[in-house]
């Protein structure tokens, strides 16, 4: 009875300290033991859960990658701020419950993560700080190019942005011809064009707008458009294709 009550106190002390995970491209320090999936390496310590999570990159330019990624987080009320690790040009992302860094290094976005229900725990900052790239890949002008990126998107006119709207809206008929239902966020189609956009579904029914861009004398969240395909420029003025 006290080998194993001995036993089960030298195991829970292990799982207690800080645990390195590597897997050739990067090494991150986990508070507590973790799980490894596919694209996936995560931990759960006192309620918070510790991630990193890779993606392909979509876009050839890692700063348009960032760029996109900064207005979207903005648009939901996050702090966003650039961030450098050896070299290398990030984002450190903070909104409620959640704190995190993300960085492109060889054509892969690397997020590391904490999702936390009440306040920061301390380990957050420490565990998303312990990133590190096993080789230097700097990559020059990142801030530059972003805010090259963020001039394109701001001056997308109104009509433009009309027309994207209607390319997302074709994008969900489709989905919800192949799957019964409306897709729950725009990701799931996998368009860069939609980064740019607010989504919310109701029922059977969905309401498509504009959040990424700042039109002058636009409303904000306008154009919009919705399952009916009825696009509006601001609350009084539709969208004519053509004219």
């Known amino acids: ?4 009550l001995l036993l089960l106190l030298l195991t829970c002390s292990v799982w207690a300290r800080p645990l390195s995970f590597s897997d050739g491209k990067f090494r991150i320090v986990f508070p507590n033991a973790f799980r490894s999936q596919a694209n996936r390496v ?5 309620g918070s859960t510790y991630s990193v999570l890779k993606s392909p990159l ?6 348009q990658h ?5 207005r979207a987080q903005r648009a939901q009320g996050a702090r966003v701020q650039l961030v450098r690790l050896d070299g290398l040009d990030g984002l450190e992302i903070r909104r409620p419950h959640l704190l995190a860094r993300v960085f492109v290094y060889e054509r892969t976005a690397y997020q590391a993560e904490v999702v936390f229900p009440g306040a920061e725990p301390r380990e957050a900052q420490t565990f998303v700080r312990s ?15 972003m805010a090259r990126y963020d001039a394109q998107v701001r001056e997308v006119s109104v009509q433009k942005c009309a027309e994207n709207l209607l390319a997302i809206s074709s994008l969900l008929t489709g989905f919800q011809l192949k799957h019964k239902k409306y897709p729950t966020a725009l990701s799931s189609l996998r368009e860069p064009i939609t980064r740019a956009y607010g989504y919310r579904t109701q029922g059977r029914h969905y309401l498509l707008f504009c959040s990424g861009h700042r039109h002058l004398g636009v409303p904000h969240h306008y154009p919009r458009s919705d399952d009916s395909l009825k696009t509006m420029l601001s609350p009084t003025i539709p969208y004519r294709p053509g004219y």
């Open 58 to 63: 979509k876009t050839l330019d890692p700063a």
């Open 42 to 46: 995560t931990a759960k310590a006192s």
């Open 131 to 145: 990133l590190r790239f096993l080789n230097r890949s700097a990559t020059p002008y990142t801030p530059q190019r």
């Open 1 to 4: 009875m006290r080998a194993s």
């Open 66 to 70: 960032l760029a996109s990624l900064r």
